[in-house]
Structure formats: C-alpha cells, structure tokens
C-alpha cells in the first residue's frame, strides 16, 4: 500500500516492542491512514530475540516487509532487548528525541494494562512520558531539537487482554476490502510467528466482533490517552451502539 | 441567537429535569449548535416546582427566554413532577416517541451519576432507555411512528459531582465570544435561581477551568454512552494534554 | 440434545427477558450443561412482542424449539411485557417462588449492565434479589413454599456491551463440536431475529474469541454474582492466558 | 504436617518478600495442599533484615520451622535484600528460571496494591512478569531450562489493605481443624515478629470473617491474576453468599 | 447507656431497614457518640415480618430494648414492608419530612452496595434523595415543615459485601469497654435473630479487625456521601496505616 | 506569613519534584497551616532545570521567596534531576531518613495518578514508600535516625487531572483573605513559570470552583493514603454537599 498524496496530514509514529506488535495491534488503522495519505514511522523496541519462534534477523526482516505492506517505514531502537526493557528516564529521553525528529500529529503505543507481555506496557509508560518530555525546553540531552507538541497519544492492544477498562474507546471503521487485505497481508508477513499461533485469527475476529457491534464490517479499537477536544458536535462521530 | 443555515445537520434534542438543567449544564454547547446551523429542541420535564425559588409560570418564562437566547425552542412534558420523577417503563416510551417524532442526530441528556438531584440521573436513565426503544419497531404505544435510531447519547453534568468518573469525556471548545455570550444571557434569564446562588459563576469557572486545561479560552465536557466511531485518525480531534 | 441421566446434578434454570436471549448469551453452556445429564429450565419474561420483526405466537414457537435443541425446558412468565419491564417487589418475589418450586443450583440471569436492552439489566436485579427472598422464611407470599438457597448465580451477557467490566468471569469450555452444533442450531432456531442480524456470527465469533484467548476452540464467559468457595486449589480449574 | 501421597498433583510454588509473608498471607491453603499430597515450595526474597525485630538468622530459622510445620520446602533467592526490593528485568528472569525448575501448575505471590510494604508489591509484579517469561523459548538467560507453562497464579493478601479490589476473589475453605492448627502453629513459629504485634489474632480474623460470610468455619481468599477455565458449571464450586 | 448532656451536639438520625440493622451496622458508632452526649433516634422501616426467625411482635420488642441499650430512640415508619421496599418518590419525601422535623447533623443510612438484601440499598437509596429533598422549599407535601439541611450523610455496612469499595470510609474507634459492652448487649438484644447465626461474632470480628489495622482495640467504618469539609489539617484525625 | 506560636502540633513535611509544585498544588493548605502556628518543611527535588523557563538558579530563588510567603522552610534534595526521577529504593530509603529527622505529623506529596508529569508521581510513590520505611528499625542505611511513624500521608494534585479518581479527598476551607493572599504571591513568586502558563488563574479558580461547591470561598482538595480514624462523628467535619 503507496501512502496517498495527501502530504497535509502530521505524519503518525507508532511504537512496538517486539517485530510485530503494531501489525497485530492496529496495523488495520495504519493502513487507512497510509491510505489516506498520512505518513506513518515505526519504532520497533527490539528483534522479538526472546520469543520462542523466528531468529532476530528473520524477524527484522518480517517487520520490513509488514511496514511496506502497511504503506510505513520502520527504525529499530535499542533499548533494554525482548523481554528485557524497563523503565528508565533515559529511555524516555530517547523516544522523546525521536518524537521530536519526526514531530507526529498521532502517536500510537501499546496499552498500559499490566497483565500482558512485560515490554507491552513499559513501552506504553515510556512513550507516554515521551510525549511530555518532548515539549521540555530544558531537557538537556536534546536540546538540539525542537520541542514538539503532539497532537493526541492513542494506546491500541495487541490482545483483548491489553483493552484498557477505564478508558473509552474510539473505533476507527477499517471495513474497506483494500484496508483489510493489507492488514491481513501484513500480519501474514510475520510467517514465524503466524505459524504457531492463530494470530491473524484472533485479530480478525476481534475486529469483526468491533465491526458487527457499531454496524459496519470490521473496526479497531484505540484508546485515547486524553479527552478529545472538538470544535462541534459534528466533528464527534457517531457512537458505536448498533446491537 | 438565531440558528444558521446549515439546514443538513440533524436536529439536537436537549432533555432537562427542570426549567434551568440544560442552560447551566451544557448551555454553551447549545449555543456552538445553533450558529453552526444545527436545530436545537428542549424536553424540560418539569416547572422546578419543589425548588425554594421562582414560582412554575416564572420558570416556565425563564426557560422559554433562554432557549430563545441559545437559538433552540422549549417543549414541556408532563411526567412525575419536580423531585418527584420515577423511573417508569412509560415515561421512557413517552420519551422514545419524542425521539421518533423530532428524529435528532444528537440527544443530550443529563448524566448518570446518583449522588446529584434525585430528578437529574433519573431522566438520564430513562432517556437512555428511550434512545433504545426508538428503535424498537413492535413497540404498541409508538406503532404510528417510524422506529428512529440516534447518532449519539452524550450526558451532561449540571455539577461537578455529576460528571461521571468511568467514561472519557469529549470536550467541546465554546471560547468563541459570541457563545460564551448567548450561554451567559441564557444562564443570567433564569433569575429567580441565580439570584440565590452563584450558579453562573460556578459554571463559568468549570468551562474555564476545561479551557486552561485544553490550551483554549472555555470548554465544556460531554460524556458519550457509547465509543465514539470514526472512518479516520484525522476525524479525531486533538488531546487535551495542555499543562 | 438429550439431557444424559446424571440425576445427582442440581437442575439449571436461566432466566431471559425475550425469548431469544439465553439462547445468544449462553447457549452454549445450558447445551453443555445437559450434555452432562443436568436438567435445564428456561423462564422467559415477555414474548418479544415489541421487536422488530416476528410475532408473539412465532418467537413462543422459536423458543420451544430452541430450548428442546439444547435439552432445556421452557416456561413463560408474564411480567410487565417486552420493554416494559419494571423494578418491582412483586416480581421478584414471584422469580423468588419460582426458584422455590425448581431448587436449582445454579442460576443464569443477564447481566446487570445498564448499557443494553432495559429489561436485560431488570431482569438480573430482579433475579438477584430473587434468589435472596427466596430464602427467607417469613415472606408471606410464598408461605406455601420452602425455602431455597441457591449454589450459584451467574450472569450472561447477551452483547459484548453487557459484560461486567467489575467481575472476574469464569470460562466454561465449550470447545465440544457436539455442542457448538446444538447451540448454533438453538441460535438458528429463532429464524425471524437472525434473518434480520449476523446475531449467529456475533455470538460464535464472541466464543471463538474466548477460546482463542483460552487455548482452546469455544469458550462462554459467566459472571458469579458472588466469590466462589472451592475446598483446595486442585479444584480451581487453570487460568485463561494462552496468548 | 507431611505431604501425602497424591505425587499427582503438580507442584505449587509459593513466593515470599520475607521469612513470615506466605505463612500469614496464605498459610492455611498451604497446609490444606500439603494435606492433599501438593508438594509445596517456597522462595523466600529476603532476610527480613530491614524489620524491627528479629536478626537475620533467627528469621531464617524460623521460616525453616514454620515451612516444615506446612509440610513445605524453603530456598531463599537473593534479590536487592529487604526494603531495597526493585523491579528489574533481571529479577523476573531468575524468578522465571526458578519456574522452569520447579514446573509448578500453582503459583501463588503477593498481591499487587501498591499501599502496602513496598517489596511486597514489587515481588509480585516481577512474579507475575516471570510466569509470561517462563514461557518464552528464546530467553537467552534460560536457554538451558525448558519453558514452562503454568496453570494458574494466584496473588494473596499479607493484609487486609492488601487485597485487590478490582479482582473476585475465590475461596479456599480452610476449616478442617488439622488444617488451622498447622497454620496457627506456623505463623506462631514466626515468634520474633509475633511477639511485637496481633499478627496471628488478625489473621485467624481475616479467615474466621471469610469463613462466616461464606458458611463455613474459616476461609482465604485468594485473587487469580486470570480468569479460570472449567469444563462445567458442575467444577465452579458453590457462590460464597450465606449472610 | 444514657445519653450525656452535651445537649449542643446536633442529634444523628439513623435509618435501618429491619430491627436489628442499625444495631449490628453502626451500634458501636451509636453507642459512642451517646456517650458523648448526642441525642441519637432510629427510624425503622419494617418489622423484619418475612425473616425467618422473630415474630414481628418480637422484632419491634427487641429494637426498643436495644435502641435503650445504645442510649437511642425509636420509630417505625411504614413503607412497603419487609423485603418489598420499593424506590418510590413519596418514599423518598416521607423520609425528608423527617429529616426536617429531627434536624440532624448527622444521618446514617444502609450504604448503596446492590449485592446485599434488596431493602438496604433501597432504603440507602431513599435516604440519600431525601437528604437532598429536605433542603427543597418548594415540595409542597413537606411545606409546613422547614426545610433543613443536615451536615453529612454516612452509610453503614450491615455485612461486610455491603462495604462500598468506591469510598474512602472513616474508622470510628470504638475501643472504650462501655461501648463495646453496649454494642455487645444491643446486637444480643436481638436474640430472635442471634441464637440462628453467629451475627455478634461476624460484627465483633469485623470491628476488631479493623481496630487491629488501626491500631487500636476495635473500629467501625462508616463511608462518606460526600467529601468531608476540615478548617485545617489538625482536624482530619490521622491515618489508619498500622500493619 | 510568620509561623504562629501553636508550637504543639507535629511539624508538616512537604515534597515536591519542581520549586513550584508544591505552592501550586497545595500552598493555599500550607498558608493555612503556617498561620495555625504548625511548622512546615519543603523538600524540593529538582531545580527544574529541565523547563522550558527559568534558570535552574532563578527557580531556587523564587522557590525561597515562595516558601518564606507561605511560613515554611526550604531544603534540595539531589534525586536523578529534573525529568530524570527514577523509583529506586535508594531514593526511598534517602527520604525516609528525611522523616526521620524531621518527624512530622503529616506529609504531602503529589498524586500518584501517572497521566503527569512524570516526576511528581514517581516522587509521589518514593514518599508514601517512605513513610514505610521510616518505620522500620532494621534498616542499615538509617541506623543511626529513629523510627518514626507519621500521623497521615495526603497527596495533593498539581493539576486537576492528578486528582486521584478513586480517593474520597477531604476538603480544607481556605477561604480566610489572608491565607489566599499569602498563596496567590507564592505562586506569583514563580514569575519564570507564571508568566507563560496561566498557572495562577488555573489554580485559584480550582480552588473557587471546590469551594463553590462547598459552600465556602476557596477550598482545596487533598487526598488521603489511608482512611481517617476518629474518636467520634463530631470530628469529621461536615459533607461538601452544597449545590
């Protein structure tokens, strides 16, 4: 999927921990944004080295392609390796000069719930600070870079677990065939790990359940980290109730 | 205030338990609606004949000038009486046949929340139930009238204690003078309330403080019963995250 | 289905506001249940008669057919009618009679969740309180009865929405294919709501979803109304996380 | 107490900040899975050197002796030592290890409320972490140990204060008298910390309070970190509710 | 134990659903503040006629012993009858009649936790709204009646299911021997209840659990309806944090 | 603002992670507590010198100057820096050894709620571990210092959005001119933070708004660490409860 020619739109930065975490978790809603012309980054916090499937570089490998299929580009950042991250200030610092090198209107991380793959919500917590470090002006490791202020930080969650209860959703309709064939397509990329789970399975199925419930075909959950602010009701959508 | 042209947006349809709920509560809103064009309709559900001032006719005109000031029109409607409302499967059809005949997009009404006037989160209850049986095509006491499904429920806090703790709030940017305006004179037309206590004030403080608080001059939050469905990233908005 | 001839079982009976909804929410379990040899009865409160499509005497007739392919019996209960439910004492004492006359073990109610259907949520508070009165020994209205203590209530949720975000559930296995065919024939029995609704894919991509999360193929989700007393830990199954 | 003979049942692996943590938190469902032929284990994080009373080795003492009286093992695992527990990516992996080893399907560790004695919270974040880890092939830290998929984990609660609000809890009944008199015999074992304060008193209130809410003479509580997973409504136990 | 003369302490107002819930909820509160001096009256809403044990002849004979015992008065006012209470409006301003012609400073009230008898949280409930109503000049049922605004609302827990987990509760302690003792004799006052179930254990064991966490002999909590209002931070007693 | 000669009352210990955060998030209770002749200490750990404004020199001037208006006294303690703080034990055990020389009755620190600056809830968490580990004679590193044991720990919220959602607060009236006065030039003090951000306005129109509500001019919201205990009803003020 080519990203349209709509250069207007703030580019989208999205954060996984392991090779496949974003294609899993919202990589529907990355296509729809590539689709409709946004740039979207990937940061990509280790080679998934810990997992019991795939080498490091098969994995990196995968990453690359899934992004391409997604219409993205991807970075690799080393912070603590798979299974290893935890939380410091300096990795926070890191992210927030990446934020500011890249200045996204969108920031996607995975959700902070507790009870999922340790590096999931570090992550999360790391980009979240991040994105208040990055509009410091005193923050001394990077005062070479602008301050940037973001516009909104989404969590999206690589399995339902990870679904945040205490904040309510947004859902971004990814019902479009060409939308869901390069999710699908970018989540087939990650072979290592497709083969020994029903991931893509499980993913579908949650976005079709999110779809039947708002009345179209398929939908992704994200869950803002701050209340959204509209200048009208028109702006506000439509809400979600359907059965 | 006179509604603008924009003769394509559905009609809102705004419930209050007493003559003054939805002016203070959500007033400033109204007002944004209204200039943009939206038809604006107001369900007042008693003359706040229990409350210590103001007789039934004096609200009862009170309400009727304030609307008029927020660019919507008043209609009253008979249930239990002031600080005497039950929740009855009955009023909820009254009100789903109101639904069905004014067809809005958006329904206001006002929160949930229990530890507030006994009348307030009691009508709130009983028009989300309302949204629901609007659509419900069997339904006897509305078969004359086509089954109407909404495009959202937002709730509105009267108070501070009102708004609710478990949903994300929306924010709705009202800093434009010539709101803040009509909200102001619409809140100033019911007299015989302000004259007792600082409810103007205490209003202007809450949207003041939502503003400081979303980098804008004055907001005011409304609470969605349902997530909120979005075809795109750009279509949502911006955080608030400001200090 | 048969129900098998362990007769030592307690019997079942669920209790559902249309005569559609045990089926949907947890059709798959009473399916199970009679499998095992336990006797299941089905009390439905109104006839459907405010949906949308079907009538009265159709949707009685679907829901015989439906309960007979799960191996359940069934009862109509006249309470206020479809969408006309009402919180009222004499309900639940009648639900509280009706307990004492079947001495089940376990009891199925819908979930207390506000956001769904009105009488879902009614139904579960009347059968909660129920299953209290029916233990008291003085109530004058069921003098004739004995008193009945219950070993469990557990709730359903017809919808995803209707889960209660406040309960850790229970996962009942309901991988058997001899069982996922009873209850997708039980859901299809209720052909005038599933011709207008993917209701059928809903519910099966809702029990795939579990299973996947669970290690295995289906899986159902109940809520207990209380903590469950377990005599050592050998008895407390495993724990969901698969992914 | 001596473990009977029931070699069936995998082992259960219990944790411990310090020498008397499991005793009091959760003693009495040891030696009721002692009694049932569970071999127990239990990992002890540290001397309880920071405490008022009791050296070091008195404390090591004493967790030997009380262990015994549950018919337990004991190995202390070096960490940061008392009051210096953090949560380090490094811990995890050794507690993940000790897993692997140990192959337990029950493992049970402190719970995660954060107001209380600050290594008790941590210890159980990093167990959690661990029993995820424990399961990734590719860690090269445990190359040499084969991943291990646990059944369940349990948290239990040292205090009241530190029982987890947003979990339901499942009861372990432990009346039998043999079971209370080991328990009570172990945490007086603990005498450099009980001689300063209630200690045995608040816990044999805790579990007489549990026991007579749920009908019998005394409970724990214990709090599953997932939901469970049954075959049947048959294996949920009977709901708590007698008053 | 009869009231001290410190006749310039507001009374307290204390609502109780059967005979015996004010006694075994908040007797020991009540006791105490006797003692002080406060003029404390109980208004009693059925005579517990569908319990299993107690004539109702009986029960009321027993609330009068035990009110005397606690240093209280009495008063049995009639709603819809044991285990028919309904949320009724007239319900709601028959209950603020009284609260304007006692005047307390302090109500007490069952608390809103639905998971107990149906009537408690009713009645909870009703008390709540009616503390607001009696503020009302305008209710015309009550206009010979001043309208009156109490100081603050507490609920009680008759169980500890009943222990509101949204609300930072206050401990009462209750340590003095003379409280404990009248306590002890009020709740066995109720003997038609007491000889079938261990209730002065369950509550005694309650209050001593939290006195042990208090550090103190025995404690009750009560939980606020709204934040409480200091002049300084001498004023807010200290923390309970003791184990 | 001069301390008073109330030389009784234990000694206030505040924390915060910037030079202004305290006199933002809780001055106006330190104003009050100074004019009550209570002692109050700050510690202050950072120079923030990772803001967009202000030398970290000018900042430790200006909280001086802040402090001696508000009656209190002004120490550094050297963390990880501004933006950097980390949750280490070190960093805990450094703080407990402050509450031991200090000995205070009450401490404040900022909300632990993680949707903030990343400092104040780390230090947040630091504090309340702390006054753990004040308490424990073993610890080697504070050998030399006593134990003690502090009367309550409240947090206070530097933003509306650090308000912890799940404390009941307890409100301190601080209404009196002259406590408003002398916390209106603390925070004005911070002339490098004020003139950006409308700092002031925002926290004195917080302040209105909770005093609005409970019926005084200004009050300010703290949040306990753990329940209230209380002699008797007439301690515990009187509920917010106004509009």
Redesign the interface.
Known sequence: MKPGPNSK?PP?LAFGAHPDDIEFGCGA?IA??SR?G?QAHFIICSR??????GTPKQRATEAHTAAALLGATVEFLEL?G????????AH??KIAGIIRRVCPG?VLAPS?V??Q??DHWRLG?LV??AA??A??????ELRKAR?HA?????YYAV???AEP?????????VSSPEILRSWTEAMNAHASQTQA???V??QL??A??RG???G?SH?V??F??????????????????S?
Chains 1, 2, 3, 4, 5, 6 share one sequence.
């Open positions: 739109l989208l809603v729809g944004e409709a946004r998934g080295e810990a997992g019991t499937h603590d798979d299974s290893h991250l935890e939380i410091r200030a926070a610092i969108i902070l507790e009870n793959h340790p917590k979240r600070d208040r470090l509009r410091f002006g005193g923050l001394k301050p973001i516009g909104q930080l989404f399995t339902p677990e209860p205490d904040i309510t959703p947004v859902l971004i309709d789970r029903a991931y399975e499980l199925a949650r079709r359940l039947l419930r708002a179209v939908a959950a994200l803002p980290n701050d209340p959204l602010v509209f200048n009208s009701l028109e702006q506000t959508g439509r809400g979600e109730r059965f």
